[in-house]
């Protein structure tokens, strides 16, 4: 059974920093992709970043967090991170990570760019809200 579980939101300041985790469980987790979504008040949950994203992407991030959020993995853990810097009130969000097979997913590219992208994350862990302030 493939689990997951997010936690480190919080509340920040603009220019702050969080560092969110997503630990896994009941999957080979090299072989899978883990997706970073989140879903403003009122807005549709967006995806804005992976790890082995695809067979031929290891990494992807959105614009919107380019250069600001990194993602990253650590195999002993189990545990996929998202560290976010330089924090913006419109970051504001509940954050969840999500989980498909790496190799049945296309280019993060295409497939973030739908609003159905959610769809292809057949596992999701509970989310953990980020709130940033002015």
């Known amino acids: 059974d493939v689990q997951l579980q997010a936690s480190g939101g919080g509340l920040v300041q603009a220019g702050g920093s969080l560092r969110l985790s997503c630990v896994a469980s009941g999957f080979t987790f090299d072989n899978y992709a883990i997706a970073w979504f989140r879903q403003a008040p009122g807005k549709e949950r967006e995806g804005i970043s992976c790890i082995r994203c695809s067979n031929n992407v290891d990494t992807y991030y959105v614009d919107s967090v380019k250069g600001r959020f990194t993602i990253s993995s650590d195999s002993a853990k189990n545990t996929v991170y998202l560290q976010m810097n330089s924090l913006k009130p419109e970051d504001t969000a509940v954050y969840y990570c999500?989980?498909?097979?790496?190799?049945?997913?296309?280019?993060?590219?295409?497939?973030?760019?739908?609003?159905?992208?959610?769809?292809?994350?057949?596992?999701w862990g509970q989310g953990t809200l980020v709130t940033v302030s002015s």
């Open positions: 999500a989980a498909a097979e790496r190799q049945s997913l296309p280019t993060p590219r295409l497939v973030f760019k739908v609003p159905s992208a959610t769809r292809l994350y057949p596992s």
